[in-house]
Nanobody
Framework: QVQLTESGGGLVQPGGSLRLSCVASGFTFSTSAMRWYRQTPGKERELVAAISSTGGTTHYAESVKGRFTITRDNAKNTVYLRMNSLKPEDTAVYYC???????WGQGTQVTVSS
């Protein structure tokens, strides 16, 4: 079955960096676009970044442009989210998502606080 396993979250100070990973299995990763979303309590999930199947096209939410970078390694069935210059408002649970399957990972908590 489809499995998406996120990792790399944690507690970081404002201005710090983290790299999230999402390892995929159970489907053909190399032909699947991927996305990262985030969610805070009481709010809907927000699209953070998206990447095409080849990695040649990316999209970012305005709030993270210039700070976050989405990449993928199709040989490792993994999509990454590099997050730099983190702000307290980036605090959320981050999820990876496969649009063509409608499948979500379990999420990884990112907390930005001094």
């Amino acid at each position: 079955q489809v499995q998406l396993t996120e990792s790399g979250g944690g507690l970081v100070q404002p201005g710090g960096s983290l790299r999230l990973s999402c390892v995929a299995s159970g489907f053909t990763f190399s032909t699947s676009a991927m996305r990262w979303y985030r969610q805070t309590p009481g709010k809907e999930r927000e699209l953070v970044a998206a990447i095409s199947s080849t990695g040649g096209t990316t999209h970012y939410a305005e709030s993270v442009k210039g700070r976050f970078t989405i990449t993928r390694d199709n040989a490792k069935n993994t999509v990454y989210l590099r997050m730099n210059s983190l702000k307290p408002e980036d605090t959320a649970v981050y999820y990876c998502y496969v649009p063509k399957l409608g499948s979500w990972g379990q999420g990884t908590q990112v907390t930005v606080s001094s």
